[in-house]
């Protein structure tokens, strides 16, 4: 069982920054592909980012060179540093966890889901 508890959300104007934070219960933190998702009002749950228990990262093309993962397994812990935000960024991001990361892009196939944390980009 892990729970997951996201932080770092708020208001910022375009152009800005937000570094969202998800904290990790359990001892096989380390286990796991970690994820981003975000969904905006009326749409879709749509996958952000993600990164292997190695290290390796994914992200989707709408915020390749903006956001940026990484994870400290020693704090179970994993981030998404968000630069040059934009109105379009403007969604609830939810931090989950998927064992197998099999297709990362796939909210369905996520095991474990944080309560999410909102993210507003003003223009």
């Known amino acids: 069982q892990v729970q997951l508890v996201e932080s770092g959300g708020g208001l910022v104007q375009a152009g800005g920054s937000l570094r969202l934070s998800c904290a990790a219960s359990?001892?096989?933190?380390?286990?796991?592909?970690m994820g981003w998702f975000r969904q905006a009002p009326g749409k879709e749950r749509e996958f952000v980012a993600a990164?292997?228990?190695?290290?390796?990262?994914y992200y989707a093309d709408s915020v390749k060179g903006r956001f940026t993962i990484s994870r400290d397994n020693a704090k179970n812990t994993v981030a998404l540093q968000m630069n040059g935000l934009k109105p379009d960024d403007t969604a609830v991001y939810y931090c989950?966890?998927?064992?197998?990361?099999?297709?990362?892009?796939?909210?369905?196939?996520?095991?474990?889901w944080g309560q999410g944390t909102q993210v507003t980009v003003s223009s």
């Open positions: 989950a966890a998927d064992l197998w990361g099999t297709r990362l892009q796939v909210a369905a196939d996520y095991d474990y």
């Open positions: 990164i292997r228990s190695g290290g390796t990262t």
């Open positions: 359990g001892r096989t933190f380390s286990r796991f592909t």
